[in-house]
């Protein structure tokens, strides 16, 4: 009698092992499987794509659709003013402010380009109107904030789809 229940044991026989090891791997094969390329095809289908693929004026429309402001070419009613200018003896500067008619020296003009788009960010996620000369537009300086902004953007939509399969029921493989 106690050899017949010794087959029933875990790994006591070599026919008992290998059917454990065919469940272990159809209990594997059942579990939702949550992988970075299922988290990437969501995103693509909600309109999102890989920051580093994003060309610029898709970053920015899809910053205008979040956000609501508007980047505009003329003077007209904006909230603030991007652009450059050049002084009285010949230097060029970069010009930050909220009112194109009052500059304050001290806080809205940059002697050096790498710091006067600062501010940009606030103001497009504020959903303000913002003037930005074309030229400005291609500089590295505006291009690095909507990038910045577009991949914090992208990185909290990224964690919202990876939770909501979660909550579907999907988990990431346990090594």
């Known amino acids: 009698m106690e050899e017949d229940i010794s087959k029933f044991q875990v790994g006591s026989t070599p026919i008992m092992s290998t059917k454990l090891n065919k469940l272990n791997k159809l209990n594997k094969m059942s579990k ?4 970075e390329e299922l988290i990437q095809e969501r ?3 909600k309109g999102w794509s890989v920051p580093h693929e994003t060309h610029q004026e898709d970053r920015i429309l899809a910053l205008e659709l979040e956000y609501g402001f508007n980047i505009v070419k003329d003077w007209q009613n904006c909230d603030a003013y991007f ?5 009285a003896d010949d ?4 010009i ?3 009112r194109e008619d009052r500059i304050h020296v001290n806080e809205d003009v940059y002697y050096y380009n790498n710091q006067w788009f600062e501010k940009l960010a606030d103001y497009l996620r504020d959903g303000c109107t913002v003037y930005i000369d074309s030229y400005t537009q291609d500089e590295y300086g505006f291009e690095e904030v909507i990038e910045a902004m577009y991949e914090e953007l ?3 939509a990224y964690e919202e789809i990876e939770n909501e399969l979660i909550d ?3 988990e990431y493989e346990k090594e």
Do not use: R, S, V
Not at 83 to 87: G, L
């Open 32 to 35: 939702k499987l949550l992988t």
């Open 43 to 45: 995103l693509e289908d």
């Open 83 to 87: 652009y450059t200018d050049t002084t």
């Open 91 to 94: 230097y060029e500067i970069w």
């Open 96 to 98: 930050a402010t909220e």
């Open 154 to 156: 992208y990185m909290e």
């Open 168 to 170: 579907e029921g999907y």
